[in-house]
């Protein structure tokens, strides 16, 4: 049986084996949630790049450009990080070039990885899926808040752990502990998450509506999975996701 | 009011300001439930140094010496990693120099902080009073296990956590997770320890009984803080805890 671990933050990836694994990037606030919220509406590939000056060369390249520093949209850039920014049609057929504070970091880092799957609880049955007919061992990755353990994060990866219970091994504690805190969470995820400073400041940066709306569970039939150098629907992109339906 | 926020590795502790905090070095299976055992049998002082050579020397200068590798002791130390080793009388008036896997690691990385206190289920009381008493900022530094997260420790900080909750401010994600935790865990600490695939490889080296005393809350009127190069009895050291009684 394949197994589900957990890892806390970017800062901890070094300890973990990645080769031959199936990695899950989460970064709910927001920046997995908008991605899979992009395809969603159509963007046709994503690429996650680290720095603001990166992303910047793609808009001459005739791609969308997103960016976000600390929960605010950067200055020049088209898109923001918010879902909402994503929904008015402006992304069908486009590629979207996106840097954010952790969620890039926690993809780019996962290279080594048999695969990439960005999750987000929008898109958590169709990543569930995927991984139960892959049958690798999984890691879920935290992005984190600057390095450090957030709540919102560690419920995705116990959302997701609650889900494939039956068919995967968790035993290792940050496994057990994201599980407990999801069960704990789950009857109220906003109202628990309310008590957090971290996502208090994000609701004075006047973002209420989309953590509210990232907290949704299995909006959408959305599958991003990195392939060489972005990232791609495979909901789109096979009939994988149309078999599960 | 001073603010109680966790760090679950050492690996992230680059992440947190120690300078004026009071850290609570914590490795509970079974780094600091040893040393607050030690001096409850009337140890003199305890060295925790990083190496094996380092602490084999520290026998030349008239000191036990103290090891354990992988839950093991090492060889050719006089004493290993188990509370029950501790109790014959032979640490009595005794300096001890110990090294261990992780919880000496959490000692050492932490000399920035103005106070460093070692933290146990067995000294909860004697530790929540301390801090109460100092007003300092307050972090807890996990062991963890080999760099990542484990449950032990984080219950140990949901536990203090608990009891000092009307008098620090706690809105760190780590802070709230690990008081969940202790929340769910506490009516039995043991059962909720035992899914857990790292205590089950410490519970195969035969250390059940360890296990079940280092879960002991309040047993000893305690108070292992860092002075100079080595750690000391603050209850014996001062009336500082005949205050408290």
Redesign the interface.
Known sequence: MPSIDVC??P??LH?YELQGKAVVAVDILRATSTMVTAFAQGARDIVPVMELEECRTYAAKGCLTAAERDGVKAEGFDLGNSPFGYMQGQVEGRTVAITTTNGTRAIRMSEAAAEIVVGAFLNLQAVADHLARLQLDVLVVCAG???????ED?LFAGALVERLQDRFAF????T??SL??YQ??KADLLSFLR????V?RLERLEIHKDIGFCLQHDLYQVLPVWKHDRLVDLCVMSSECRMSD
């Open positions: 806390y933050s800062e901890l300890l808040w600057k390095g450090k353990f957030n709540l560690t035993e290792n504690d940050a057990l502990a407990y805190l704990t969470a008590q957090s400073s971290h208090r």
